[in-house]
């Protein structure tokens, strides 16, 4: 792999570089605490030293609405004007959320592609940053810490400079275009690099244990943990909306005033949803919210791994920062594993 | 079909949800073009008052003797009863001091004046007749409105949100006012359709639509009394539109408090 | 960038085709066989599937919302949806009237194991509106009746007028080639010749070898419990037993979740799973 380094004051004026390839877009703030992926126009707007934002990247490729289709009575369902071809930069991208990118790139594609979410996928460039763990991010413990691929550059902190990690042509492309900002690596960036790694990876606080959990989860599945969380539980869908690798939808013809035309859209849904399992003549398969909320875990954590042969959480701790009810994954494992007494 | 035949009507209540009718001003004509509005007194003069209806909108609550006659004939007529605003579907702010007499109250608001008319204990109108289809809010949403007319046209009672304010909260990427500020927001158990209107502009929801399906109170009261709310706090606020909604009964509200 | 959309443009998976009611063939009550071809005659001709397998049924302007085959690909044209009137989209499907434009997707789901399933003998049982899936394997059956040994089908319904398919199937009852137990829970009509009794009953008069049979069944879960019973009083192998799942779909193609079952999608490793499927599988039955 490429690696160059941007000293951190030519990193405004790469960032003006970066515009030249598409809308730039970044953390920023919104209100008081809050962060949000949003367009941007220069570093001051950036916040580099941000854990989460409140959406993940997936608002990008995934909407949270969005046409399907047009239709009318005559002819159907058609596909809609596709959307202009702009392309977008998104940087400053953690590794957790590219890690959910290939999560989701996992759900959408396979047998039948989401022609939706790829379409969009191909027009924005991601752009990594790399971050200091706080107390809710447990990432080291879901291997979504660090990313080698993902990315079109991702840049790691190492002092005075970024180290440039080169991912894509498309990333070359974007160096090559500034090159005079860059320099060589030399010995004491990869030192510093090093030594960085380390200090962030000992700044781990929150920790769950995975390797054995699919096990864990079958054994416990009677266990009166999910009742506990189905009474804390507001089936209110954060957790859900702000998941990175939550992608459950449902859809739903919206029609005009005149009764005969319209669009089918489609919608973020969340498993927590009392509807979310009910069928036509009103059977619930989990009318119980306990048991929805065991299905989110089990899904996530047990399912997946059937499935894609790895764990669906990235352990970006958004769950657990947005959930108004104060659910926290850590410890609902930790209580699945008797590691808390209840 | 032809068009199908409407009545758009008020019980007592500030006929705020009528008004949104009115107010679709871009869509109003496309309305009186699908729709043979038979009736809407707000509206306009010299309505049929006596013909049988497809449809009928109804606004307001039951609070006196004769809403609740007006309401019994409307359903009668209407082969669709369609409560439209918060006090139609919840009783609305009409029916937020429920448990104090009925005498007691109109004393204190009327004083003598009150001696001469008659109120009822308000209710929401599927406790006297059967409503077909609730579109809840304060007032309604135009734009669930105007889907609810365009999916009756087409035949189909529309599908209304079933999940809460949070939901769209997140969806449009607003700062959580509960998590963040610690106000006093119900929007985890406020049924959605709002776009989370309040809480975009940095207002706590104040529950103006009415609970969710399931909403989870009990939970909902501990979290607020952790923040440092009090009881009577909470309970005014949770009370406010929708207080004969079964799950604001007093004990769910205590066993919450107590938790 | 991602570089999954390189190259030839994959098409939508969610696009549904159009068709057009070829016929409406009341049933029972609240129960109708639409016949369906799709509009591209190239499309109606061509369109193959498994028994077992379902589509996406759009009613324009009110939705979408699978639906399993009840025709055999073994008579190809038209495709037939046995359809009971239960909610938002069937409403609106049983107001549309022959030559109606409505959207189709599909086939999706595994659909029955036909080639394990050759050479072995077949018991379909069937229980309600269980009968739509399973139809489109007796066919198949019935259709290929060299490739399958004994076939028996027992299918129960409440009463003769709750009995779906049910002059198409009293044709069978006379058929060499096909075991065909009809019974209903109760006849008031005096005129019903076959069978009176649950499904379970129909055990009585069949000789079932669990060692090369396989069994399909479909219907409440109720009657699913009592001849699971039935099966496996006869030790009958667990892998051999075949059901047909309902879940909530909303895409048909493994992508909006709402049809997961444990760790499977309904729609992509179902909708037929086997008794050995759900018993590793929470939540299954």
């Not at chain 1, 990876?201 to 699919?214: C, K, T, V």
């Not at chain 3, 075991?179 to 649950?198: F, M, P, Q, R």
């Amino acid at each position: 792999m490429r690696i160059v380094i941007l000293p951190k004051e030519n990193l405004a004026e790469f960032i003006g570089h970066l515009r030249s390839f598409g809308e730039l877009h970044a953390p920023t703030k919104r209100g008081e605490k809050s962060l949000v992926f949003a367009p941007v126009s220069d570093l001051s707007e950036i916040e580099l030293n941000y854990t989460r934002t409140i959406l993940p990247l997936k608002k990008y490729f995934f909407k949270a609405t969005d046409v399907m289709f047009n239709f009318c009575a005559e002819k159907g369902y058609e596909l809609p004007v596709e959307e202009a071809d702009k392309k977008y930069v998104i940087f400053g991208v953690h590794p957790c959320e590219i890690h959910g990118l290939k999560i989701l790139d996992l759900v959408f594609g396979g047998k039948y592609v989401d022609t939706y979410y790829f379409a969009r996928r191909s027009k924005v460039a991601i752009i990594g940053l790399d971050c200091i763990p706080d107390d809710l991010c447990f990432c080291r413990s879901t291997g979504t810490d660090f990313v080698d691929t993902g990315f079109d550059l991702f840049l790691s902190d190492i002092g005075d400079s970024y180290l440039v990690r080169v991912g894509t042509s498309l990333g070359d492309d974007m160096v090559r275009a500034a090159d005079s900002l860059f320099r060589q690596v030399k010995k004491e960036d990869r030192e510093a690099y090093k030594r960085n790694s380390v200090q962030r990876r000992d700044s781990f606080q929150a920790e769950i244990q995975l390797q054995d959990l699919p096990g864990i989860m079958d054994l416990e599945y009677e266990s009166h943990v999910w009742e506990e969380v189905g009474e804390k539980c507001l089936s209110c869908g954060i957790c859900s909306m702000v998941c990175p690798t939550c992608y459950c939808y449902s859809v739903f013809d919206e029609l005009s005033l005149d009764g005969n035309t319209g669009q089918r859209k489609r919608i973020w849904d969340s498993c927590l949803f009392k509807d979310y399992a009910l069928v036509a003549g009103g059977h619930n398969f989990r009318a119980q919210r306990s048991s929805r909320v065991k299905n989110r875990y089990f899904h996530k954590q047990r399912g997946f791994v059937s499935q894609y042969g790895r764990p669906s959480c990235v352990g970006c701790g958004r769950c657990k920062a947005y959930c108004p009810a104060g659910i926290d994954i850590v410890e609902v494992i930790s209580k699945l594993r008797s590691e808390i007494r209840v | 079909m032809g068009k199908p035949k409407v009545g758009v009507y008020g019980l007592t209540g500030c006929a705020g949800d009528q008004l949104v009718i009115l107010n679709c001003e871009e869509e109003l004509l496309d309305i009186a073009g699908a729709l043979d509005i038979k009736s809407f007194p707000m509206a306009m003069s010299g309505g049929d008052e006596n013909c049988p209806l497809d449809i009928v909108f109804v606004d307001g609550t039951v609070v006196q003797p004769k809403d609740e006659e007006m309401l019994k004939n409307l359903r009668e007529r209407a082969k669709l009863l369609i409560a439209i605003g918060t006090c139609a579907v919840w009783g609305g702010v009409a029916a937020m001091s429920n448990e104090t007499p009925r005498e007691e109250l109109k004393n204190k608001v009327y004083g003598p004046a009150g001696q001469v008319f008659d109120t009822v204990v308000p209710q929401p109108l599927s406790s006297f007749v059967k409503v077909d289809l609730a579109i809840s809010g304060c007032p309604i949403e135009k734009e669930q409105l105007l889907q609810a007319v365009a999916s009756l046209l087409h035949g189909d009672l529309p599908r209304l949100p079933n999940y809460s304010v949070c939901t769209e909260c997140k969806m449009s990427e607003y700062p959580c006012l509960l998590v963040e500020k610690g106000q006093l927001c119900l929007g985890p158990i406020t049924v959605a359709g709002c776009k989370a209107r309040c809480p975009s502009y940095g207002r706590p929801c104040i529950g103006c639509r009415g609970p969710v399906e399931e909403a989870n109170v009990s939970s909902e009261v501990r979290l607020l009394r952790e923040k440092g709310f009090t009881w009577v706090d909470i309970q005014n606020r949770l009370r406010t539109f929708a207080a004969p909604a079964d799950c604001f009964e007093d004990k769910i509200l205590k066993e919450g408090a107590n938790a | 960038m991602s570089n999954h959309c390189s190259g030839v443009r994959p098409e939508n998976p969610y696009l549904p085709h159009p068709a057009r009611i070829i016929r409406t063939l009341p049933q029972i009550p609240d129960h109708q066989l639409f016949q369906i071809r799709f509009e591209k005659e190239q499309m109606a001709e061509s369109f193959t599937y498994r028994p077992g397998q379902f589509v996406m049924l759009s009613v324009i302007g009110t939705g979408e919302a699978p639906f399993s085959i009840s025709s055999s690909p073994t008579r190809p044209g038209n495709i037939e949806l046995c359809v009971r009137r239960i909610g938002h989209v069937t409403d609106a499907l049983f107001r549309l009237r022959p030559n109606a434009l409505v959207g189709v997707r599909g086939p999706y789901g595994n659909g029955f194991p036909i080639e394990k399933l050759e050479g072995n003998n077949l018991l379909l049982v069937a229980g309600g509106l269980g009968m739509a899936p399973l139809r489109s394997l007796l066919w198949y059956a019935l259709d290929n009746r060299s490739k399958f040994n004994n076939v028996t089908l027992m299918y129960g319904a409440k009463n003769p007028d709750d009995m779906l398919f049910k002059y198409e199937l009293l044709n069978l009852i006379d058929r060499a080639d096909v075991k065909c137990l009809l019974t209903v829970d109760t006849d008031e009509s005096g005129i019903w010749k076959a069978h009176v009794g649950v499904v379970t009953t129909l055990f009585g008069h069949a000789e079932i070898d669990p060692s090369n049979t396989y069994a399909a069944i479909c219907g409440p879960e109720i009657m699913f419990k009592f001849v699971l019973n039935e099966l496996l009083k006869r030790n009958f192998p667990k892998d051999r037993i075949l059901m047909s799942l309902e879940r909530n779909m909303q895409c048909g193609v493994g992508k909006c979740g709402h049809c997961m079952v444990g760790y499977k999608y309904t729609c992509l490793d179902g909708p037929i799973f086997t008794y050995w499927d759900a018993i590793n599988l929470p939540e299954m039955i």
